[in-house]
Nanobody, 121 residues
């Protein structure tokens, strides 16, 4: 099982942009689904975006049109480009892997430390 390390978080003003990266310790080529989750203070962890090995992607309604997920199998990395950030996007962001598209509550990897995103209004 690959280990995943998130980076790229930080503090940004509302309306700004950040690009998160998720680096894998090994090949992600065969992993069916890669996803980004987030957990805000006092809230449950939620799915933000997911992408298959192909081009199929899914986004939470709250980020549609503002966030874009991509994966680079050659670099064993997954990215989350975030634009038009809002205060409610403040959370710790995690990446993880899934075996089955749609099993959003059953990521198959271990949770890493995540990367903190703070959006100031």
């Amino acid at each position: 099982q690959v280990q995943l390390v998130e980076s790229g978080g930080g503090w940004v003003q509302a309306g700004g942009s950040l690009r998160l990266s998720c680096a894998a310790s090994g090949s992600i080529f065969s992993i069916p689904v890669m996803a980004w989750y987030r957990q805000a203070p006092g809230k449950q962890r939620e799915l933000v975006a997911a992408v298959t090995r192909g081009v199929t992607s899914k986004y939470a309604d709250s980020v549609k049109g503002r966030f874009a997920i991509s994966r680079d199998n050659a670099k064993n990395a997954v990215y989350l480009q975030m634009t038009a950030l809002k205060a409610e996007d403040t959370a710790v962001y995690y990446c993880n892997q899934l075996r089955i598209w749609g099993d959003w509550d059953k990521p198959s990897g271990s949770w890493g430390q995540g990367t903190q995103v703070t959006v100031s209004s």
